[in-house]
């Protein structure tokens, strides 16, 4: 975030979970946090995520 560019790894992340503005900032700390991100989605009840890294991977959640 402090420099400007997007996420070395993720190129998009998508969240889905129980408000429009939750998905919205955890789909924002993902980018931020990266593929790694998955792992604390995967333990949150209601919440699922799917992301595409830069090399064209599809990573997502096991409910989806």
């Given at each position: ?63 989806l």
């Amino acid at each position: 975030p402090r420099s400007g560019y997007s996420s070395p790894e993720l190129a998009s992340v998508s969240v889905l979970a129980p408000t429009v503005m939750l998905a919205d900032g955890w789909a924002t700390a993902l980018m931020v946090m990266g593929k790694a991100g998955l792992a604390l989605i995967e333990e949150m009840p209601g919440y699922e995520a799917i992301t595409v890294t830069k090399q064209t991977e599809i990573l997502k959640t096991s409910g989806l």
